[in-house]
C-alpha cells in the first residue's frame, strides 16, 4: 500500500503470495497455542531434558569453580537492575547518549550519583575494575550532595562542586568508557584484529560487528557500508588458512546500510538496499569469510527476509556457504521463519548460516505493541518461553544441516547444556558469545571441545552506549543468567531448571502485571484500536476497507436543527493530487449562524450516564467506519498512513477519556452553548476532542471545522449523531473564519464563554478551552488560564497548541 495519500498498488513485491503466510499467522497469535505446537513438534523428552539439567548443573559447578568470573558477570552481581544503584547507572548511561550540554549532563549526573548509598558496595566485588568503579561513584555522590554542608567536609564538597564540575562530569563520562571498553574488542578493526589473536590461539572464532545505530541520512549510510567494506577487507588480508566456518566472518545491520529501512519502503529497498547487501556478500565471498545479517525490531522482519531473498538470489554466490542470518527465539515467528529460510535455501541450493539469538529488544517491543494498539505482543512475555522456544529452535535447525549451519548465540549454562546433549557427537555447529560476557561458561565449552565463537563489537567510544546499554537491558535484570551464576545465593539446580517444567509450573504464559495492549488503561476504559502497518495481512485488510472510498465524491452541508438556508460552498481537492475532486461542502452563511444560535440547546437534561454512553458509542463508530475515515484523512488532509491511523485512535482516545470523566459528573449546572474552532492539521481529533469534552459536561456545542477540512469534520458530527447526540445540541456549521468564526462568539448567548477563551488565546493557552468548560462544570473555583494536566488526556500533555 502506498501510504503517501493516493491509492496506488502496493510496493513490489519479492516474495510470492502465500509465501510468508506462516510467518505472518504467527506475529501476534496466543502465546500458549505457539508454546504447545513448538513443544508438540520438538521431540525433547523428559529423558533428554534431565540430562541437560545435569550437565547444566556441571557446568555451572565448574564456572564457580573455576574463581574467575567475566567482568560483566561481577559488574551485574553489584549493580543488576534489581538494585536502585544498578537501575541509577542504567537510566545514566541511556541518557548520556542524547544529553546536549555540559549544564544538563551536570544536572543529569547529580540526579542519578546522588540519592544513592555507594558505600554499601564498597570493596564488596572480586573485581578491581568494579570496585574502582564504586569508589568513583561514593565519591562523586559525597561531591554533589548538599545535605553535608553543616561539616568542613561539606564546606570542601560545595566548593569542588562548585569549581570541578567539569572534572566531575568527564570522570563520570570516563568511568562509563572504561566500563565500555571491557565490551569492545577496538576502536578500529586492526586493533581488534590484534586484540583477537590470543583468543583465536586458544581456538576461539571471531565475528566482527561494527558499532553504530541505524542510519539517518544517506550520508550515515554510505559511512556505514564503507566501514564494513574496509573490515571485510581488512580481516580477509589477516588470514588466509583455515574453512570458512574456522575464519572469522562480520555482522551487518541493513538499518545501517539504508535511513529507510521500513516495511513502507520495501520498493526501495529492493532497489537499493538489496544491491548493497550483495556487493558486501560478495566481498566477504571473495575474502572466503562469513557474512551474518543481524535481526532487528520485530517490524522490521518482512522487508529483512525480502532484502536477504533478493540477495541471496544473486547467483555470483552459488557455491559459497558463508550468508548468514540471525533469527530472534522471543519472537513468535522465530519457527516458521526458520522453516522459510530452509526451504530458501533449499530452493536455491544453498547452505547457508543461522545465528540464534534470544532477542535485546524485548522491554521496546512490548511498549510499542502498546503504543500501536496491537491485538497480541509479538514476542513471548516471560523469559521461561523464550528459553523453550530457543530450545525448541534449536532442535529444528540442527535437523536442517544438510541446509543449514546452525550457530547458538547464549550465555546460558543450561540452554548451552541442551543444545549438547540434542547435538551428541556431532560438530556441524557452534556456540556464540558476546565479548566481555560469559567467558567463564564458554573456556568449559572450549574445553570440552565445542565450536566457539566471540562476538565482538568494534568502533569508536561515542558509539559504544547504546550497544552497551542494550547488554544491560538484555542481561541485568534479576532473572538473567549471567545476573545469577555468581550469586551463591542460587544452586547450581536453581540455575538450570527446566524452562519446560518451570512453565508447566505457572498457570498463564503472561505475566499478570502485563495486561493487552488494548488493557493498558483498564479498568478506566479501553484503549483504542490499532492498525499494524508492518503487517501485510494488516495492510490488506485496511485497504479493502477504505477502497471502496478511493474515489467517493462527498457532498456536505450545514447539519442543522433547522433548515440550511445557504447554497453556496466550495469544491475540496486533494492537496496532493488536485486532480482528485474529493467532495463539495456547503458553507453556513449569517442566516444559518443565527438560526443555529436560536435553536441550540445544551444536553445537560440527559444525564451524565446517557451522555458518556454516546460518547463510547461514537467511539466504536468510528472505528468500525475507519475505512472512510482513513480515506478521508488521505484525500482531503494529505495524511499519510501511519498519521491517518493516529488520528483515528486520538479521536477515539478522546471521546472514551472524557466518558469516563463525564460519569464524574453527577451535579452542577452546564454553561450553556460551546463554540468549538478547530484547526486544519488535526482535522479529525482536536475537532473531536473539543467537542466531546464540551458535550460530556452537558454543554450544547456548535461545531465549525477548518475551511479546509469539512468533509472529515462532517464524518465525525453524523457518526456522533448517530450515536445519540440529538442535533440541536450538536449543530455543524462549516465555512470560512469570516462569516462564521467571527459571527458565533459576538452573539449575546456566547460572549461568557468565548471571551475568556479569546483572552487564553492572547496568551498563548496550552490548553484548548473545551476543557476549561469541562473543569468549570465540575463546580470548581473559576479556572486559571489553563487546566491542570491531570485533566489532560495522555497523549495531550506535553503538546503546545493554542485555542482557536
Known sequence: MNQAI???????????????????????????????ALAGGAG?????????QARAVDLIERIRSAGKPGLMEMFLAEYGLSTNEGIA??????????????????????DKITPYDWSEHSGKSGSAVVNASTIALMMTGRVLDDDNSASVSGLLNRTVKRLGEPVVRLAVKRAMREMGNQFVLGQTIEEALKRAEEETRRGFRYSFDMLGEAALTQ??????FEAYANAIRAIGKSTSEGAMHDRP???????????RFEYAKQSRLLKELAPRLNTLARLA?????GLNVDAEESQRLEPFLHVVKAALSDEELAGWDGFGVVVQAYQKRAAPVIDWLYKLASSLDRRIMVRLVKGAYWDSEIKQAQVDG???????????????????????????????????????????????????????????????????????????????????????????LAYLVRRLLENGANSSFVHKVVDPAYSPIALAEDPFMRLSNIQTSRPASLCDPADIYAPERQASRGWDLNNSNVIEALDLARERFATQHWQVEPLLACPVDSTLGREITNPANPGDVVGYAIEANHTDCERAIAEAKDWNHAGAQQRAFSLRLAADLFETNTGELMALLAREAGKCAPDAVAEIREAVDFLRYYANRGEDLAHGEARGIITCISPWNFPLAIFTGQIAAALVAGNGVLAKPAETTPLIAAAAVKLLHAA???????????????TVGQHSPHHRLLQECALPALQRRRRRSTVAWPHTCLRQHRSSPKPEASTPVSWIPQHFRNRRFETR
Not at 219 to 224: E, K, L
Not at 253 to 258: T, V
Not at 285 to 289: I, K, Q
Open 44 to 52: 525433547i523428552d523428559l529423558d533428554l531434558r534431565q540430562r541437560a
Open 249 to 259: 566472518g562480520i555482522s551487518v545491520k541493513l538499518s545501517a546500510l539504508h535511513p
Open 285 to 289: 565471498r571473495d575474502a572466503n569469510l
Open 6 to 36: 493516493t491509492f496506488e498498488s502496493r510496493p513490489m513485491a519479492n516474495i510470492n503470495d502465500g509465501e510468508l503466510d506462516a510467518i505472518r499467522a504467527h506475529h501476534v497469535a496466543d502465546e500458549e497455542d505457539i508454546l504447545a
Open 374 to 464: 496491537v491485538s497480541d505482543y509479538p514476542v513471548f512475555t516471560r523469559r521461561s518461553a523464550t528459553d523453550m522456544s530457543y530450545i525448541c529452535c534449536a532442535a529444528k535447525l540442527l535437523g536442517m544441516t544438510d541446509r543449514i549451519y546452525p550457530q547458538f548465540a547464549t550465555h546460558n549454562a543450561q540452554t548451552a547444556a541442551t543444545i549438547l546433549e540434542l547435538a551428541g557427537e556431532r560438530a556441524d555447529y557452534e556456540f556464540q558469545r558476546l565479548h566481555g560476557m560469559g567467558e567463564t561458561l564458554f573456556n568449559q565449552l572450549i574445553a570440552d571441545g565445542a565450536n566457539c565463537r566471540i562476538y565482538a563489537p568494534v568502533g569508536p567510544h561515542k558509539d559504544l
Open 724 to 738: 445519540g447526540v440529538p442535533r440541536e445540541v450538536l449543530q455543524f456549521l462549516p465555512g470560512d473564519g469570516h
Open 89 to 110: 547507572l542504567m537510566c545514566l548511561a541511556e541518557a548520556l547518549l542524547r544529553v546536549p550540554d555540559p549544564g544538563t549532563i551536570d544536572t543529569l549526573i547529580e
Open 219 to 224: 550520508a550515515d549510510a554510505d559511512a556505514y
